[in-house]
């Protein structure tokens, strides 16, 4: 079979490059009484992402700012766990802004916003994400090892959808000896009170497991457990049903598992800025006894200009019986790679 991440990855390149050509009409002014008309990309971690005329893409930390205006539809995310709707208008107060919702003006600290993100009018302006691509080789042992990861964030109303892919070849002597794809779509449902229902499909192959062929459902319900500006920890429970095929087989077996899934991320407000991002999920089996299949994931992104970022990464999956007998329980990589997001 093909590398199930090569569609994943032209829709990648594609959208990076729809993803210019919007109307600068936003404001933002200064404590020290400048101002700059922009576009607001996001808020998170303490920054503003803007995108103006003369400096390009730039970050500006919040509390540089006296209050801001932008007519445009936001979702807003408070640190009192409310997440709301509505536009952003200037206030007299510094360091403040009125959320406008429907007809009511609400006074708000910016200190108290964790995050802020567009909600778009035009499809394909709805989009954003981040690219990362890595490649190392060794001479002496003529083993070469290449890596790609893309992630594709759609943003209606209420909602969250991710495509998410990931590739990994490893090849001695012009020879493969590894192979590892993964292609995921996720939706997120937010609910009051930071809850959220959570429904995924995706396919997989690990060749070091012995995995020809996962094709994967799951269904969840979970909670975003902490985000502020620093940090964010997500957790949730759920079901999935999945269908397999071995290396070593044509045959296809459906299985049923549990679900344990957490996420965190965390921010270091730093020169240069770091990010550190983790992942696990737990997949105890109901079909097969004594069945448990792991995968973690930690990345660790600097940033060197805006935008763009080098990365060291772990990933690291376990399977206790894997569909292929004579295949390992694990397997483990470590990559570095430059990192691109685009809004």
């Not at 691509?133 to 042992?141: D, K, L, P, R, V």
Request: include cysteine; hydrophobic fraction near 35%.
């Amino acid at each position: 079979m093909k590398s199930i991440s090569r569609i994943a990855s032209f829709i990648f390149f594609v959208l990076m490059g729809v993803s210019v050509f919007s109307q600068k009409d936003d404001t933002l002014y200064f404590l020290n009484g400048d101002k700059i008309t922009c576009e607001i990309r996001t808020f998170q971690y303490g920054y503003f992402t803007v995108k103006t005329s003369a400096m390009s893409t730039i970050d500006v930390k919040y509390d540089k700012i006296a209050t801001m205006y932008s007519g445009k539809t936001f979702e807003i995310v408070l640190d009192n766990n409310a997440r709301v709707f509505g536009s952003i208008d200037t206030s007299f107060i510094s360091n403040t802004v009125n959320i406008i919702v429907l007809n009511s003006r609400n006074l708000t600290y910016l200190s108290s916003i964790v995050e802020i993100t567009p909600i778009k009018n035009k499809f394909w302006r709805r989009f954003s994400g981040d690219i990362s691509i890595g490649y190392n080789y060794t001479q002496s042992t003529k083993i070469s090892q290449g890596d790609f990861n893309g992630m594709l964030e759609y943003r209606p109303r209420n909602f969250n959808v991710k495509l998410s892919s990931s590739a990994l070849f490893s090849t001695e002597s012009g020879r493969q000896v590894s192979k590892k794809d993964n292609i995921n779509l996720t939706t997120l449902r937010y609910l009051k009170h930071r809850w959220f229902i959570l429904s995924s499909a995706g396919a997989q192959q690990n060749y070091e497991l012995g995995l020809d062929l996962r094709l994967q459902g799951v269904l969840g319900y979970g909670k975003d457990l902490i985000h502020t500006k620093s940090n964010q920890l997500m957790a949730s429970l759920g079901l999935s049903v999945n269908q397999e095929r071995s290396s070593d087989s044509t045959e296809n077996t459906v299985n049923s598992e549990g679900v344990i899934y957490v996420y965190y991320k965390l921010f270091l407000i730093s020169i240069p800025k770091i990010n550190i991002t983790t992942q696990f999920v737990t997949y105890p089996s109901f079909t097969v006894k004594d069945r448990w299949r792991i995968s973690y994931y930690i990345k660790v992104g600097s940033e060197i200009i805006t935008n763009l970022t080098l990365n060291i990464s772990l990933d690291y999956s376990f399977d206790s019986k894997p569909p292929s007998a004579s295949s390992s329980t694990s397997d483990i990589n470590i990559s570095t790679s430059i990192g691109y997001s685009f809004y």
